[in-house]
């Protein structure tokens, strides 16, 4: 079974179908791509851009100061490997929790 994503539709509104055709808009578009269907050919919805990884530095959190235990020692224990999505979430909450100013804005 092939992995649903989950942000687009089940089958196309216009005809039923399942096939659809991800195809991504030039730079100086507003949107990052977009989806039509391949079987009649209709516009279905705009692709968002997919979301990067955060450029938090693990290490650098460690040295802050009003670490919670447990946060330290979530830091220590992934600061030398490649973060899951799951951790990704925790350290970014902890980095806006220490670090308010600095993190949270987008990057365009
Ligand atoms: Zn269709």
Redesign the pocket.
Known sequence: MPTQNLDILDY?P????YNFIESLEPETSLHYGRLT?N????FVKWLRKPRKTPDISVARLLNSTGLEPWEKKFLKAVVCRNLTKAEVIVVQAIANKVNPATVGRGSG
């Open positions: 196309c216009s005809c039923g179908g269907c079987e009649c050919g209709r």
